[in-house]
């Protein structure tokens, strides 16, 4: 009755362990998961799961193991491929991932895209069934989206991803011996800055490929004065190949599968960086370039060899608390840097503020060079303290230009700016976010231009975007990282040198539905862009005229010069409508723009028509999303989504996922477009989900494990 008892108790030890340790003893790999079942009802299973558990604890056991057991998922292609014509870009992505294996693997297509760019279309081919995205409405999207979810099917999404960036990315099962094909195309429009247009391509395909491919085929109907490409793959022996005629670029970069790899037999790849393609155009005519096709106008103006207008520009730096540490080293760094580079006949002022307003002189001063030194002397003593009193600091600034206008110090044909950089919300003075943007704007009253850099995730900025824009100026943020003195120092650098002031440009009464016409100054490197309808389509007597201010007044008028695409490219090279596509695109931009200011009613009406031309163009925009529905074999469907994000939805989501802290990057490599490879995650039905578990022992599993093994010393006490 004795032994029988302890047979008892150990039999009940076996029960109440199994379950826990079965399930952290999968952890190790298939064969683990075959012996458990072969073993499951064994009392030998106790000491068996207790060696697994002291293995599954060795990071290095893990590691070896789930290296070689993984299985990966081919990427047989990739291929992208951009199309520039006229500043307008057309980018086609495609990758082909195939799945050897004899069960099914689900796989991952992610793509990183310029934040500027809009998606227009997403498709996947499998089984030689086509699945299309539709561009909707993000309300009605958002609907069966939320359906989708609450009914249990999984859904892909759009979300940021560094600076300049957001990440396009979904997964789909791909059974055995079957592949799937995924295309994905956006388009943008490049912004010349710093006197050059940049299309950005981060590579990162994670292994090698097959078939792997860059083409970028850049069309300009009045030439290319100069392009370049570079990456740090990059070598005398992988260069691309690059042909080049006056008006044509075409760059192919084609590595073979040996040339991708780090070193002869390696797994990995030296694919791993950033392809910057960058060009300009020549500008001979003061006028601009004007082109027209298919019923739509493009004019691009950057007229040359203009001289620049002296600046009268207030610095208005936050040095509250929340800047201490590397913040504060950094804005110091840049004032510095930008202090140097101010021109002798620029004026400048200082202000610092926490819950104080504290200026470094009481009017502005001229740029000489003692007056520069004796600036950057106090910006060298700038240190952190007190609370942050946004709007008096502000107004204060706004105060002295106008007094100095007032009183006649500051040249007649001059640009006066302000300079705002904070890190954080207003928390002293006037707190009220909209209060201080009607102080503000009231002060200003259209007089002077507004440019507000948001240091950080802390600083609202949608509460800045909305300030500059009321003002005549834009908005940036600067991300932490060891560059974030760069970041500084490269915006000011966009804005340091203005050509012309309040531009105006005309068209003949045949045009229609223009874009902006108006722009408050144009600053050297960059261009200004209008696009339109045409009326009747009347390419000839299509006339176009500029006015604006500069160091004397400017005006230029002129007709436009009908470009003849026939001749200059094959049909085959175009892209749809492109300027139509164009004007959609700069349209939509800028009614989205608008819908930030104005009364309620204003803004509904713009974010109305924005909303009707997107969907009109197929644009994905912050107004709508892509929805992709894709039928399964159990007669389920999978529903993915795409969205657009404003840049506060940005913010938002990136405080979530604390990408502030993400690894330092410089501003090159935070740009454009990053393609990842299509990554595998076994989905093997031979074993159970339970498998992906690689939890640490908690004191609870310890705990069964002791009750488990303490009948079995009972077992051989001698009775």
């Not at 990758?95 to 991952?108: L, M, R």
């Not at 989206?145 to 396009?168: C, H, Q």
């Not at 007597?541 to 470009?563: P, R």
Request: charged residues 25%; negative net charge.
């Amino acid at each position: 009755m004795h032994l029988l008892w302890k047979v008892l108790l150990l039999w009940v030890a076996a029960c109440i362990c199994l379950p826990v340790q079965a399930q952290e003893a999968l952890v190790i790999s298939r064969r683990d998961a075959l012996t458990q079942v072969y073993f499951k009802k064994s009392f030998i299973l106790l000491f068996f799961l207790s060696w697994r558990r002291k293995e599954a604890m060795d990071p290095k056991s893990v590691k070896k193991r789930s290296t070689t057991s993984m299985n990966m998922v081919e990427v047989h292609s990739l291929k992208i491929v951009c199309t520039v014509t006229s500043r307008f870009s057309h980018t086609v992505i495609t990758s082909k991932a195939v799945n050897n294996e004899t069960f099914s693997q689900e796989t991952f297509f992610e793509v990183e895209l310029p934040k500027t760019a809009f998606i227009t279309n997403f498709s996947m081919e499998i089984d030689s069934q086509l699945y299309s995205g539709e561009v909707k409405d993000k309300e009605e999207a958002k609907k069966q989206y939320d359906k989708a979810v609450s009914s249990g099917v999984t859904a892909g999404l759009v979300k940021p991803s560094g600076r300049k960036m957001e990440t396009f990315s979904m997964s789909v099962n791909i059974a055995a011996k079957r592949s799937v094909t995924f295309t994905l195309i956006y388009e943008e429009l490049l912004q010349r800055k710093l006197g050059q247009y940049e299309i950005l391509t981060r590579v990162k395909p994670k292994q090698p490929v097959q078939e792997f491919q860059i083409v970028a085929d850049i069309y300009e109907p009045r030439g290319i004065s100069f392009v370049g490409a570079k990456a740090p793959f990059l070598t005398d022996e992988l260069l691309p190949l690059v042909t080049r005629s006056k008006e044509k670029v075409h760059i192919s970069f084609s590595p073979t599968m040996e040339q991708q790899k780090k070193c002869p037999g390696c797994v990995g790849t030296i694919m791993d960086g950033n392809l910057v393609i960058k060009y300009d155009v020549y500008r001979e005519e003061t006028l601009g370039e004007v082109q027209i096709a298919n019923g739509y106008f493009v004019h691009f103006f950057a007229p040359p060899e203009l001289t620049r207008v002296p600046k009268n520009v207030v610095f208005v730096i936050d040095r509250s608390g929340s800047m201490s540490g590397t913040k504060i080293e950094q804005t110091r760094d840049a004032l510095v840097a930008i202090l140097k580079d101010l021109y002798e006949e620029d004026h400048f002022a200082l202000i610092m503020f926490d819950n104080a307003v504290i200026t470094w002189k009481n009017t502005l001063t001229k740029a000489t060079k003692e007056n520069v030194h004796e600036a950057i002397a106090y910006v060298q003593e700038l240190r952190d303290q007190g609370s942050t009193n946004i709007n008096d600091a502000v107004l204060t600034a706004v105060s002295m230009l106008v007094g100095e206008r007032k009183n006649m110090k500051l040249p007649e044909r001059s640009l006066d700016i302000i300079i705002l950089l904070t890190d954080g919300m207003p928390n002293h003075g006037e707190t009220d976010l909209q209060k201080i943007q009607e102080n503000v704007r009231s002060a200003i009253a259209g007089n002077m231009s507004m440019f507000c850099l948001g240091f950080g995730n802390d600083a609202d900025y949608s509460f800045l975007d909305t300030l500059c824009k009321q003002n005549k100026g834009l908005a940036r943020r600067i991300f932490l990282g060891s560059d974030a003195a760069s970041q500084l120092k490269g915006f000011y650098k966009e804005v340091s040198d203005p050509l012309l002031l309040e531009v105006d440009l005309r068209y003949s009464d045949s045009a229609v539905n223009l874009t902006n016409i108006h722009y408050n100054q144009l600053f050297n490197g960059s261009e200004i862009v209008v696009a339109g309808r045409l009326r009747n389509n009347d390419m000839e007597n299509f006339l176009v005229e500029v006015f604006a201010h500069g160091n004397e007044d400017f005006k230029v008028q002129g007709s436009a010069i009908v470009v003849n695409w026939d001749k200059i490219y094959p049909v085959k090279d175009m892209f749809g409508n492109f300027i139509e596509r164009l004007w959609a695109y700069l349209t939509i931009q800028q009614l989205m723009e608008q819908s930030d200011i104005g009364t309620q009613q204003e803004k509904s009406r713009t974010a109305a028509k924005a909303l009707d031309m997107s969907v009109q163009y197929g644009f994905v925009t912050p107004l709508t999303s892509m929805l992709i529905t894709m039928l399964e074999t159990g007669g389920g469907y999978r529903l993915f989504i795409a969205d657009k994000l404003t840049e506060d939805q940005r913010q938002k989501a990136e405080q979530e996922d604390d990408l502030d802290t993400m690894t330092d990057v410089t501003d090159d490599s935070a740009e454009g477009l990053t393609l990842f490879a299509v990554n595998a995650k076994t989905a093997d039905p031979r074993t159970s989900d339970s498998s992906r578990s690689t939890a640490a022992p908690t004191p609870v599993t310890h705990l069964f494990i002791f009750i488990g093994l303490f009948p079995l010393l009972i077992v051989f006490i001698p009775s």
